[in-house]
């Protein structure tokens, strides 16, 4: 299995995360690419490769060029307005105000195009999530060229951003610049299963109203845990993109068992659906030490995750999306991709 990476997705260096009302030292941070590759290396799972750059038009396929535009500029408008400090937004165009106008303002575009406060936009940010994608496309090529599996140490991670929104950690929705990636070189239906504890309200939104990529989630209730406004099972996609969203929401502490049946069950409607590709949302922060998430897995649970997935018997392109900084991740990671090789 090829192992995609990139140093340049170490540029993302936030200083601080608003979490639970206090400015932390942001989870989503460069020890965790350390970490999964030192495991990498250390267990040989793998020969990791650095992706070549594919520009910005695949990302342009999937998000808002204005959006595209704001995330280049944000940290040199930031700086240029002299604020002091990460560009944070602290206002948004909530329900009871106007959502058609985009201010020019720095302050003004940051509330335009952000979901959640937590995620600072800092010097590298965009540059790191450029890397990123790239990770992500490299990947994707590889698996699209020799049909076999391939793993992205994706980071900045990306389901949570949508068409134009950034937040949850993310910027650019890796998985989905990946899948419509694969779509224009020949696909025609691409899954994508997210199996990050947190739902991936972006893709989802990105690919609500078709049915050449099917979005299937498992993660934890969205009304009990973030992001709190997507991800209920009623959700189930629009127009000619009806059945083709499918989300399970679990309750904190839901046990490995019943969390595998739920897989099962998508990996079974993922065959019935004609998918001919696989793009996996592997974030291991369902890891029962993951200090931001509440599922129960054991590391010896990651392999079994692995050899399901590869059950699938499809082209597969894993990402990584989260997973927070813990030794295990390293662990987790390569037991992934250890049982999907034992898989095949
Ligand atoms: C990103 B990914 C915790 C609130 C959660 C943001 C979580 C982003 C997760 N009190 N804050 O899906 O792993
Ligand atoms: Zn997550």
Not at 313 to 333: H, Q, S
Request: with cysteine.
């Amino acid at each position: 299995m090829l192992i995609f990476h990139s140093d340049n997705t170490r540029l993302r260096q936030a200083r601080t995360e608003l979490h639970d009302g206090t400015l932390v030292a942001p989870f989503e941070c460069p020890e965790r690419i350390d970490l999964v590759l030192k495991h990498i290396q250390k267990t040989a799972v793998g020969e990791v490769r650095e992706p070549k750059s594919y520009g910005l038009d695949p990302v342009l396929a999937v998000h808002d060029a204005g959006y595209v535009n704001f995330l280049a500029d944000c940290w040199h408008e930031w700086v240029a307005a002299g604020h002091e400090g990460e560009a944070i937004p602290n206002i948004w165009p909530a329900r009871t105000m106007r959502g058609d106008r985009i201010p020019h303002t720095v302050s003004g575009k940051l509330g335009y195009y952000a979901l959640a406060a937590e995620t600072s936009i800092t010097e590298g940010t965009f540059e790191a999530a450029m890397a990123s994608k790239d990770v992500a496309l490299g990947a994707t090529s590889h698996t699209l060229a020799t049909g076999e599996p391939s793993y992205g140490l994706c980071r900045p991670p990306g389901h949570h951003a949508a068409v134009d929104q950034f937040g949850g950690y993310c910027f650019f929705n890796n998985a989905a610049v990946a899948a419509q990636w694969a779509l224009n070189q020949g696909k025609r239906r691409v899954a994508i299963l997210d199996v990050d504890f947190h739902h991936g309200n972006g893709t989802q939104q990105i690919f609500y109203e078709r049915d050449d990529v099917l979005f299937i989630s498992l993660h934890g209730d969205p009304e009990v845990t973030f992001p709190y406004y997507l991800g209920y099972a009623d959700e189930t996609g629009l127009g000619s993109g009806e059945g083709f969203n499918v989300n399970y929401p679990l309750p904190p502490g839901t046990s490995v068992a019943t969390w595998m049946a739920t897989l099962d069950n998508a990996l079974g409607q993922i065959k019935q659906t004609q998918c001919d590709m696989l793009i996996v949302s592997l974030g291991v922060d369902i890891f029962e030490g993951d200090p931001i998430s509440a599922f129960t897995f054991k590391n010896s649970d990651f392999e079994i995750l692995g050899q399901r997935l590869s059950s699938a018997d499809l082209p597969t392109v894993l990402l990584m999306e989260g997973g927070y900084a813990v030794d295990d991740i390293g662990i987790n990671v390569v037991n992934v991709l250890q049982g999907f090789k034992q898989g095949i």
